[in-house]
């Protein structure tokens, strides 16, 4: 898969804020934007929301069914803390992995049958690792069995208000019936920051010391922009690479989610765009015209 690009993403922006000031001295009326975006249309959605107040502030095909890929593990994560929470687990309780877990394929931790894994470290294995044999037995030690934590995982998903997501498994790995939609992320992304700010920090960490190794992560949006904070990226081949970020800096707090790009490098340009046309008061009031950009 090709990363280049025959029109950089910058170059365009670069355009757009032109335009934008010329138009901007001839009328008072909000001008167009165009914004390049990376990806094929068919697989293509996004959204923009004010964590705030829940105001939409930009949105393509965010209705539209796509794949989850490991944006799973967001909700994974959502019933781990919900245990946290209720006491039924601590961050240093073990977590044992079955066989099931173990043969999970990549990305892993890479355990064996009977080995365990404390809360603590299963939580940072699943938000920077996006390890799936931890998330399976993650969703095996609440569910009592996949299955059926991945149909707790649905009804919470219905109680949150995120009517278009059903869910098969705790990993994300592929399944043509879990299915979820760019707004419905958007809704989970809020949920896990304003219900669960206490444990939010660990959407922040680009790697974590396990076994005495390092660990390094796939967020490469984390110190990239100023104010990106989180939260999680996900890709299966039949998604496309997916993000879900969140954005708190100078009183402004927001929630970008972009599904369906054909490669990090372009999944995260077009995350910072939309930063940045959310943050300017003279692009967020325009409408917004999309061109698809051929790879």
């Given at each position: ?69 490991s944006l799973t ?63 399976v037995a993650v ?84 110190g990239r922009v ?70």
């Amino acid at each position: 898969m090709s990363n280049q690009r025959p029109f950089p993403l910058i170059q365009k922006l670069v355009a757009v804020f032109a335009l934008l000031v010329l138009v901007a001295g001839c009328t008072t009326a909000p001008p167009d934007t165009v914004l390049a975006v990376p990806a094929a249309p068919q697989k293509y959605a996004a959204i923009v929301v004010d964590a705030r107040t829940g105001k939409q502030l930009f949105e393509v095909n965010s209705t539209a069914q796509r794949y989850p890929a490991s944006l799973t593990k967001m909700m994974t994560l959502y019933l781990l803390f919900e245990a946290l929470e209720s006491g039924r687990v601590s961050k240093q309780m073990q977590i044992p992995v079955s066989d099931n877990a173990a043969r999970q394929p990549p990305t892993k931790l890479r355990f064996r049958r009977g080995e365990t894994i404390d809360v603590d470290s299963a939580i940072r294995a699943i938000v920077v690792k996006s390890a799936n044999d931890v998330a399976v037995a993650v969703g095996e030690y609440l569910g009592g069995s996949e299955e059926q934590f991945a149909a707790m995982m649905t009804a919470r998903a219905r109680q949150l208000g995120m009517t278009s997501t059903n869910f098969r498994n705790a990993s994300g790995l592929p399944d043509g019936g879990q299915v979820t939609t760019a707004r419905d992320m958007a809704v989970l992304g809020m949920a896990l920051r304003n219900r669960f700010p206490q444990h939010f920090h660990y959407f922040s960490e680009s790697d974590f010391m396990f076994r005495g190794r390092l660990v390094r992560g796939h967020n490469d949006m984390l110190g990239r922009v100023r104010g990106v904070d989180g939260i999680k990226t996900g890709y299966i081949r039949a998604s496309g690479f997916n993000i879900v970020t969140s954005y708190s800096a100078d009183g402004r707090q927001l929630i970008i989610v972009v599904m369906g790009a054909d490669s990090a490098r372009q999944r995260n340009d077009h995350v910072e765009a939309l930063i940045q046309r959310s943050l300017s008061p003279t692009i967020a009031d325009a409408k917004t015209r999309l061109m698809f950009v051929q790879q």
